[in-house]
């Protein structure tokens, strides 16, 4: 599994941005997918999550409502859609995937990990 995020870059507060992170393996669908992201001299947060089949989703109570992780298995593709964002949100933004069915929050429970995406927010 190999995981390469993109698509951050600088917009204002209140704009939107869409992430996404391409598996370059072929058993993509097989895996769970997170999306964490880390700020200046803060750990590491999780964001979202979506099971394999993107039947269920799971967010983080400061981003709900305002993102949307998805996922296009045929295109080996995990997404972040990032409406209304502030400047809080800046942060490297890393997807991740998990063998487990419901990986949840814990970073722990990811496997492989992507190597980031920066996303700030000017206000």
């Known amino acids: 599994v190999q995981l390469q995020a993109s698509g951050g870059g600088l917009v204002q507060a209140g704009d939107s941005l869409r992430l996404s992170c391409a598996n370059s393996g072929r058993t993509f669908s097989r895996y769970a997918m997170g999306w964490f992201r880390q700020a200046p001299e803060k750990e590491r947060e999780f964001v979202a999550a979506?099971?394999?089949?993107?039947?269920?989703?799971d967010y983080a109570d400061s981003v709900k409502g305002r993102f949307t992780i998805s996922r296009d298995n045929a295109k080996n593709t995990v997404y972040l859609q990032m409406n209304s964002l502030k400047p809080e949100d800046t942060a490297v933004y890393y997807c991740a995937a998990s063998r487990r069915t419901f990986p949840g929050s814990s970073s722990q429970n990811y496997e492989y990990w992507g190597q980031g995406t920066l996303v700030t927010v000017s206000s």
């Open positions: 979506i099971t394999w089949s993107g039947g269920s989703t």
